[in-house]
């Protein structure tokens, strides 16, 4: 199993980045992907999940109405779409892989139950 992320960059505030998780070894339709981030001198914050038994999806708080997540499971690829960016939204990015079935509305931004991660790409929001 393996995860690449990418599509990181710097963009000013108010930009919009998309980033990239490619799975390899495995197939999207059985697993289950989430993005995380972490900050410099905070806590790795769950920021999006989206579950391949149905396509549901979850968002942090901070993140609902600016970004959304998305899938091609034919090209095996979960997508990061972020839009008006904010200073806060500095961090790296990462993708990890959870069994579906431990995926619901109070588990899919508890990190201790992603299996694989990749290894990261750094957004950058700043004037």
């Known amino acids: 199993v393996q995860l690449q992320a990418s599509g990181g960059g710097l963009v000013q505030p108010g930009g919009s980045l998309r980033l990239s998780c490619a799975a390899s070894?495995?197939?999207?339709?059985?697993?289950?992907i989430g993005w995380f981030r972490q900050a410099p001198g905070k806590e790795r914050e769950g920021v999006s999940c989206i579950r391949s038994s149905d396509g549901t999806t979850y968002y942090a708080d901070s993140v609902k109405g600016r970004f959304t997540i998305s899938r091609d499971i034919a090209q095996d690829t979960v997508y990061l779409q972020m839009n008006a960016l904010k200073p806060e939204d500095t961090a790296v990015y990462y993708c990890a892989t959870v069994p579906t079935n431990l995926v619901g509305r109070a588990s899919w931004s508890l990190g201790s139950v992603y299996d694989d991660w990749g290894q990261g790409t750094q957004v950058t929001v700043s004037s």
């Open positions: 070894g495995f197939s999207l339709d059985r697993y289950s």
